[in-house]
């Protein structure tokens, strides 16, 4: 099972929405194109077929993953947060065992692969992500990496 946070939620169905506003755009995209004529070496048909196609499928997987996540709710985030337990949607400050670097760490259900977060993103099915999910502050974690276990120290969640 999937679980997302309010905000998740809200992004993929915005998401969705510009995808599913785009659906007319392409469909005249292609019209044009096939208006232009022969179709075997028209590079604006085969082009506009592969945007269609790419974003059906992103419509189809969006469409499934909000039909069978499960939204955290809000206010058992505050409780935990209260009670120094990490939860999905918390970013919390991780202190490496043995080399004292310190990093901030967001537990995400989905990566979104923003590169202006000022957090690293963490996902709940990684090997971090089940490490962190319900861990409490003060305590250290053991994370299996690839290149071996690491451990770090919670500090705290902000």
Do not use: C, W
Request: zero cysteines.
């Amino acid at each position: 099972m999937d679980v997302i946070t309010p905000s998740e939620k809200q992004l993929l169905e915005s998401r969705l929405a510009g995808l599913i506003a785009n659906r007319p755009v392409v469909t005249n995209r292609i019209a044009e194109a096939r208006a232009l004529g022969d179709l075997k070496e028209n590079g604006d048909y085969h082009a506009a077929r592969e945007q269609q196609g790419m974003e059906e499928a992103e419509i189809k997987r969006l469409q499934q993953r909000l039909a069978t996540a499960q939204v955290v709710d809000e206010q058992q985030m505050e409780m935990a947060k209260a009670d120094g337990v990490v939860f999905l949607g918390a970013v919390v400050k991780l202190e490496e065992v043995g080399t004292g670097d310190v990093d901030s760490y967001k537990l995400v259900g989905e990566a979104s692969n923003d590169p202006l977060s000022e957090h690293i993103e963490v996902t709940a099915s990684s090997p971090m992500g089940e490490s962190l999910l319900k861990s409490r502050v003060g305590s250290t974690i053991r994370v299996n990496a690839p290149r071996g276990v690491k451990q770090f120290k919670i500090i705290e969640i902000l």
